[in-house]
């Protein structure tokens, strides 16, 4: 029990990072800008920009766009269905030529009950 609840708890928390590591640098920058720039920021040695930071966000925030970008749809009418029918097929079953035994079992068996020719008996 306790092995699967760390293998579940830590899925979830990998999910959750996933799903906010946008958000979480984002606030990181809003709540710790000096610290955020002084780890994170690509242009230290460029003051003259004065990206501030945002050189990371930006390319943060631009692959986090890339991932959700959706895959080509693709459109049904592009799709050719074709479907190939062999005509010549014939199927040669062994036929023993000893005896020829029906496949199906013919009843040729009818009740005809007549009731014209029915006559009570005599007392």
Do not use: W
Request: one cysteine or more; charged letters at 20%.
């Amino acid at each position: 029990m306790n092995k699967t609840a760390f293998i579940v708890f830590t899925f979830g928390a990998l999910l959750i990072y996933s799903n906010l590591r946008v958000s979480i640098m984002y606030a990181y920058y809003e709540i710790d800008p000096i610290g955020f720039i002084e780890r994170l920021c690509e242009n230290k040695d460029e003051p003259e920009l004065q990206c501030n930071g945002q050189c990371h966000l930006k390319k943060i925030s631009q692959a986090s766009k890339e991932e959700h970008t959706p895959s080509q749809v693709v459109a049904f009418e592009d799709i050719v269905f074709y479907r190939h029918v062999l005509e010549d097929f014939d199927c040669h079953l062994y036929e023993s030529p000893l005896k020829k035994v029906p496949l199906i079992y013919i009843n040729l068996y009818a009740f005809n009950y007549n009731y014209s020719c029915f006559h009570p008996p005599q007392a």
